[in-house]
């Protein structure tokens, strides 16, 4: 087996490297448009967004949030201030080795999707909508880094031929490689909101003839009837306010066998410096609310009175074990 | 499903699904994979005429927009031999092929 810590490393270092590159798009943008121009007067807010020709200014205030964020900006006495931010791209081969090449080209035609946005955010070359987009969103889903952090869930929950699995906000390409994975002797179950991303889903599970079951609904309502060896639930909570953590993981739990296990897998905010960056781009899907505190998603989890043992595995897993 | 790392444009896609004979091209061209053939041969199989085909493949005037054809997309590429042209799916319009079946279905019901 490969060695699951190096796996979980290359995760990590590429999560790193799309927050690196979120940063310097950040301020492609801002140089683009004239931001940082006007900035650099230390206007208000709205003297930033009267003197700014961007139709779509709630994407504009949304994108001035995201410089003070990351720290480009301060705000002092209504005034905002270019404060001298400066950011170092390191280069070191350790990091670099582990890079997966997949990912950038879909990161990318985010990127472009922001000048359209700036326009308008129903503009014809935004893809980022779940179900009018459903194909871009299962590009992204297949990309070599979405395999290797598929690939790092089965072997951090020790997923096996036989085993039942819960997979929430199990998107287009999951359920098809976990189906695989549990084999005719096991069961997967795949939950997602979105109708047409399960339609692509569907139709590779149906070629395939695997024991998958899709359910289209939304997380927050799940009641799972049945018992789970594993509950999955990778790149959801980004789409959940923080108050919703604990129904959802509660129930999530509720739901697995004595022994079981949940694998969670997210970009957690307080590993990934800078985050906000990235989430600007992911924002453009409506439904985006950000990246998840690990320190939230543990005390959700401590707070429904499980009887668990919750281990960090690197920067974006955890792994919770229900006891016996 | 293979793991792919280029990018597929979603918009080219949607219009390859709007266009029955550059589809059904593109199908069939990914049938005799990795073998080439001749426009004529294309034009019987799939049921349409040689000038036709010729637009979808390399553009045809202001009938067929030759920056929308097969070979400018790069997903089927022109071999030239013995003074004879022949047509190939790419790699790339492999990959595309593979999309566009799996896709199929979501366009018929949500396109």
Redesign the interface.
């Known amino acids: 087996m490969e060695d699951v810590n190096k796996l979980v490393a290359t995760v990590d270092s590429n999560i790193e490297q799309m927050v690196r590159m979120a940063i310097l798009h950040v301020i492609q943008l801002g140089t683009k448009h004239g931001v940082f121009k006007v900035l650099s007067k230390e206007p208000t807010y709205p003297e930033v967004v009267d003197s700014l020709e961007i139709p779509n200014r709630a994407l504009l205030r949304e994108f001035i949030n995201t410089l003070k964020a990351i720290g480009v900006v301060e705000e002092h006495e209504g005034r905002l201030k270019l404060n001298g931010f400066s950011y170092t791209l390191k280069v070191p081969q350790e990091d670099y080795d582990s890079l997966l090449p997949g990912w950038v080209s879909t990161l990318e035609e985010i990127y472009r999707m922001v000048d359209y946005a700036l326009i308008t955010p129903t503009h014809p070359h935004v893809l980022m909508d779940f179900d009018k987009d459903a194909d871009f969103w299962d590009i992204r889903m297949t990309t070599d880094f979405a395999e290797l952090y598929r690939k790092v869930i089965s072997i951090v929950a020790g997923i096996r031929p036989g085993m039942s699995v819960l997979d929430l906000g199990c998107g287009s390409a999951a359920p098809s490689y976990f189906g695989k994975l549990v084999g005719y002797d096991g069961f997967y179950t795949g939950v997602d909101y979105s109708s047409a991303i399960l339609e692509i889903a569907r139709s590779r599970v149906e070629a395939k003839n695997l024991p998958v079951d899709l359910k289209e609904l939304d997380v927050r309502l799940i009641r799972p009837v049945n018992e789970y060896d594993v509950a999955i639930i990778s790149y959801l909570l980004e789409y959940l306010k923080p108050e919703d953590y604990g129904r959802v993981l509660g129930r999530t739990l509720e739901a697995l066998k004595p022994g079981g296990r949940l694998v969670i897998l997210e970009p957690f905010r307080e590993n990934f410096e800078h985050i906000e960056a990235l989430e600007f781009f992911e924002k453009l899907n409506k439904d985006f609310v950000g990246f998840p505190r690990r320190a939230d998603v543990v005390r959700a989890i401590e707070g429904k009175g499980f009887d668990v043992s919750v281990d960090p595995i690197g920067r974006s897993i955890l792994r919770i074990t229900l006891r016996p | 499903?293979t793991?792919?790392?280029?990018?597929?444009?979603?918009?080219v896609?949607?219009s390859l699904h709007r266009s029955e004979l550059r589809k059904r091209i593109l199908l069939y061209l990914n049938e005799i994979y990795p073998s080439a053939t001749y426009l004529s041969e294309i034009a019987r199989v799939v049921g349409s005429d040689p000038s036709n085909v010729r637009g979808a493949l390399v553009g045809l005037g202001n009938r067929y927009n030759g920056e929308s054809s097969l070979v400018y997309l790069g997903l089927v590429e022109e071999i030239t031999n013995g003074g004879f042209k022949y047509y190939r799916l790419t790699e790339y319009g492999r990959q595309v092929v593979e999309?566009l079946k799996?896709?199929?279905?979501?366009?018929r019901?949500?396109m």
């Open positions: 499903m793991v792919r790392t280029m990018m597929i444009d979603p918009q896609l949607r999309y799996e896709y199929y279905r979501y366009y019901k949500f």
